[in-house]
T-cell receptor, first 111, second 112 residues
Framework: KAGVTQTPRYLIKTRGQQVTLSCSPI?????VSWYQQTPGQGLQFLFE???????NKGNFPGRFSGRQFSNSRSEMNVSTLELGDSALYLC??????????FGPGTRLTVT | QKEVEQNSGPLSVPEGAIASLNCTYS??????FFWYRQYSGKSPELIMF????GDKEDGRFTAQLNKASQYVSLLIRDSQPSDSATYLC????????????FGAGTQVVVTP
């Protein structure tokens, strides 16, 4: 079974731009969660989608948004990028509360 | 106080020895925990899920959960240099199992 895939793997953007990241969960998994990982803050929860509905949201500004499609693929968008948004963005998919499998991540650098 | 706390390390372990990692949590209602391994520059890899008090073994890994004392630990037996990584403890939030609260992670260095 294929794992979680994320595209693109690396991205360089300029302050003020916006970016869209994509995540394809493991086949059959309907829950997709997004996390931001930085050296200073560690892994922080962004949001979770289940069957196209946002089930939970972390403490991030409104510039961070996401959505999930009917095939469970998910996208997250960050508008008006700031230098502090440079991070590894990870998505995780799960079928049950006993698992969360992470994708390889998207490394975003904001200059 | 952070909800999930780990000693950041590094924890230096001789090859072949047992590495012991601890994680404490503040939410007494937390029912289950994950342990992940993360190599530098890579994404977290699921090692273990535990929800019952006591021990759970999987290969060289043993997770221990003590809900009364609010800690969960991970033992790595016969440590190998390939076990050198950061180990993350995470607890699902009670209001949403898809939302994990992570500790800062413990860096383990296995020395030959």
């Amino acid at each position: 079974k294929a794992g979680v895939t994320q595209t693109p793997r690396y991205l360089i953007k300029t302050r003020g731009q916006q970016v869209t990241l994509s995540c394809s969960p493991i086949s059959g998994h309907r829950s997709v969660s997004w996390y931001q990982q930085t050296p200073g803050q560690g892994l922080q929860f962004l949001f979770e989608y289940f069957s196209e509905t946002q089930r939970n949201k972390g403490n991030f500004p409104g510039r961070f948004s996401g959505r999930q499609f009917s095939n469970s693929r998910s996208e997250m968008n960050v508008s008006t990028l700031e230098l502090g948004d440079s991070a590894l963005y990870l998505c995780a998919s799960s079928l049950s509360p006993r698992e969360q499998y992470f994708g390889p991540g998207t490394r975003l650098t904001v200059t | 106080q952070k909800e999930v706390e780990q000693n950041s390390g590094p924890l230096s372990v001789p090859e072949g020895a047992i590495a012991s990692l601890n994680c404490t949590y503040s939410d007494r209602g937390s029912q289950s925990f994950f342990w992940y391994r993360q190599y530098s520059g890579k994404s977290p890899e699921l090692i273990m899920f535990i929800y019952s008090n006591g021990d759970k073994e999987d290969g060289r890994f043993t997770a221990q959960l003590n809900k009364a004392s609010q800690y969960v630990s991970l033992l790595i037996r016969d440590s190998q240099p390939s076990d050198s990584a950061t180990y993350l403890c995470a607890a699902p939030r009670r209001d949403s199992w898809g939302k994990l609260q992570f500790g800062a992670g413990t860096q383990v260095v296995v020395t030959p």
